[in-house]
């Protein structure tokens, strides 16, 4: 196995088991929208694990699938529908903006994007709070894990300056909490409508 071989085969078995996962837990229109979700999610951490990148164009298709799911989920409210995962989004991404902005007023660097600020209103979008918090945090210890992990393994000095591509590990975790309301949902009797 080659270079480039690796990593395309881990992500093509990430997509695999994520549009599986996805279907499996929520058969239906549900499990399609995680399906969805999953292959968005994959491909922004691709991109940020090799670009330290998160494109716009899959943070947006990942905020329009969300209204999408939010307004087939209550029809009949009409825009009303849009109204909880605009705020929750919103609810996310303002901290996020004002922690990027403080750090580099602060510290005279970057230590969050623009990308990982919008990755975080896509988190609120599909997420309830409380399992943003616990997404947003899994992502956190997961980057610092993964990290000192490659520290050791290549016995470099942990360093508190490293670039670290947040949203490879933001964008999983977001899938992750979305499997994990909608596990919890389907054992409340399923979603609503």
Not at 35 to 53: C, E, G, P, Q, R
Not at 160 to 172: I, N
Request: hydrophobic share 60%.
């Amino acid at each position: 196995m080659n270079e480039e071989t690796g990593p395309a085969l881990a992500l093509s078995v990430a997509l695999l088991l994520g549009l599986f996962a996805s279907l499996v837990t929520a058969p239906g229109v549900e499990g399609l929208y995680g399906a969805f979700l999953a292959a968005l999610m994959v491909a922004i951490a691709a991109n940020d694990a090799s670009h330290y990148l998160i494109p716009n164009e899959l943070t947006a298709a990942a905020f329009a699938l969300a209204l999408l799911r939010a307004g087939a989920f209550v029809p009949d409210i009409g825009l009303e529908a849009l109204l909880w995962p605009v705020a929750r989004a919103a609810a996310v991404s303002l901290p996020l903006l004002l922690l990027m902005a403080f750090y580099r007023r602060w510290r005279g660097r970057d230590g969050l994007g623009m990308g990982d600020v919008k990755l975080g209103a896509v988190c609120g979008a599909w997420l309830d709070l409380t399992t943003v918090v616990a997404v947003i945090e899994l992502a956190a210890l997961a980057a610092i894990a993964a990290y000192l992990a490659h520290a050791a393994l290549r016995r470099q000095l942990v360093r508190g300056t490293a670039f670290l591509p947040f949203g490879l590990f933001l964008a999983p975790a977001i899938w992750i909490g979305w499997l994990g309301e909608t596990w919890y949902m389907n054992s409340l009797g399923g979603w609503p409508g």
